[in-house]
Every structure is written in C-alpha cells, then in structure tokens.
C-alpha cells in the first residue's frame, strides 16, 4: 500500500514552455505532498509543501511564480515549471505521508520525472 | 533548526563485504529517524525507521539503532550484494517542523 504516482516519468521541452508534473496518492489520502528538487550530486532540495486547499508553502529561495503548485485534491498535487530555462532541468520528485502527522508514518515517494529543457 | 549529517561517498566494496554508513543528526524534541534508498532513475523508498531512542530498525539485512546518547542512526549491513548498488539517504522527521530533513545521500557500489 501507500503508493504515490507521478507522471510523466521524463519530458524535454523546449525554452519559454511550461511543463506540469502529476503526483497522486493512489491508496491513501494526502493533505499535504512535497516537492523535491534533486541535483546531480544527489543531494535533495525541498521546495515547497503543497496543501491540500490552500496556498503552498514554500522553502527560502524557491521561486513561487516560477514553480506553481496546486493541491486542488486529497490524492492530487501538481507542479507547473513556468517558462522553463536549461537551468531548470533536473530531477523533480515528489513525496507524501499517509496518516498525517504521525511521527512514525515515512514520506511515499513517486518515481521522479526527469526534466531536460533545450 | 534540524539537520542531518551523513558520511561522504561515494563507498565501493567488494560483494560480501561490510557495510557502515554514519549518519548523525541534530534535532530538537524526538524526532523519528528514516533511511530511505535511491536506485538509479527512480524515487526514494523507505529501507528501515526507528522512532524512539535505542530503537533498532531493519530490513533486507541493513540495521540502524537510534542512539540518542551519540544522536546517531548508522546504516549497517553484514554483507552487501551487488543488487545494494544505490544512494542511501538518512533523514529525521519532526512535528515542530512538519517537514523531513534529508542527509545529503551516500552512494554505494558493490563490485562482483
């Protein structure tokens, strides 16, 4: 159980474009889902906690206009990469905790989508 | 504010070798304490937890023991496959600051 699905798994777009990335829970309800940026030495760069209604919060640094997200459902998070740049390739992940707050429930991840931007 | 701090890769061992990977953490309150792994083109996934002090988490041979004492949580294995080859990440959760703080990830290779 507890499996989050993103989509699309990879995509190239080209400058100027705008590029949505899905993330659903498929067995669990999520009031809040994460995204995640990963660079290619690994390390793994939170930028923002979606809200399941409200507004996104995000981390010191991450651009709100340029990365919209939207948690317009419980099983339902997107993340729009607006006017993409080659800089804004990477990897972009994203996570969720069945059952809340509990201390103990870990963070699902989706499989990532790979983003190349020419 | 939390952090986490794990050992630098990357670490490549022969087959049948043992495995450490230090992981210590800073935190306030009692937070839980995750390693996830990475396999190469794919998410992360939970490998073991420990959410109170001197919990031993487990699975597919790895162990770590939350020690509060040392605020560690090393990663151990007694004798890795190739299959092991990815990224392990040590994280922390805590309600105060209702995110997950990830170690910078450690890669491994085991060589045949």
């Known amino acids: 159980g507890a499996v989050v699905s993103q989509h699309p798994s990879w995509v190239i777009c080209k400058s100027g474009t705008s590029v949505k990335i899905e993330c659903r829970s498929l067995?669990?309800?999520?009031?809040?889902m994460f995204w995640y940026r990963q660079f290619p030495k690994q390390s793994l760069m939170l930028m923002a906690t979606?809200?399941?209604?409200?507004?996104?919060?995000?981390e010191q640094g991450v651009e709100k206009d340029k990365f919209l997200i939207n948690h317009a459902s419980l099983t339902l998070s997107t993340l729009t990469v607006t006017s993409a740049h080659p800089e804004d390739s990477s990897f972009y992940i994203c996570?969720?905790?069945?059952?809340?707050?509990?201390?103990?429930?870990?963070?699902?991840f989706g499989n990532g989508t790979r983003l190349t931007v020419t | 504010g939390n952090s986490v701090t794990q050992m630098e890769g990357p670490v490549t061992l022969s087959e049948e070798a043992f495995l450490t990977i230090n992981c210590t953490y800073t935190?306030?309150?009692?937070?839980?304490l995750f390693w996830y792994v990475q396999y190469p083109g794919e998410g992360l996934q939970l490998l073991l937890k420990?959410?109170?002090?001197?919990d031993k988490g487990s699975n597919k041979g790895f162990e770590a023991t939350y020690r509060k004492e040392t605020t560690s949580f090393h990663l151990e294995k007694g004798s890795v496959q190739v299959s092991d080859s990815a990224v392990y990440f040590c994280?922390?959760?805590?309600?105060?600051?209702?995110?997950?703080?990830f170690g910078d990830g450690t890669t491994l290779t085991v060589k045949p």
């Open positions: 935190a306030t309150g009692y937070p839980s």
């Open positions: 979606s809200n399941e209604g409200s507004k996104a919060t995000y």
């Open positions: 996570s969720a905790r069945p059952g809340g707050l509990e201390t103990y429930s870990p963070l699902h």
């Open positions: 067995d669990f309800q999520a009031t809040t």
């Open positions: 420990a959410t109170k002090a001197d």
């Open positions: 994280a922390l959760y805590n309600t105060n600051a209702g995110k997950s703080t």
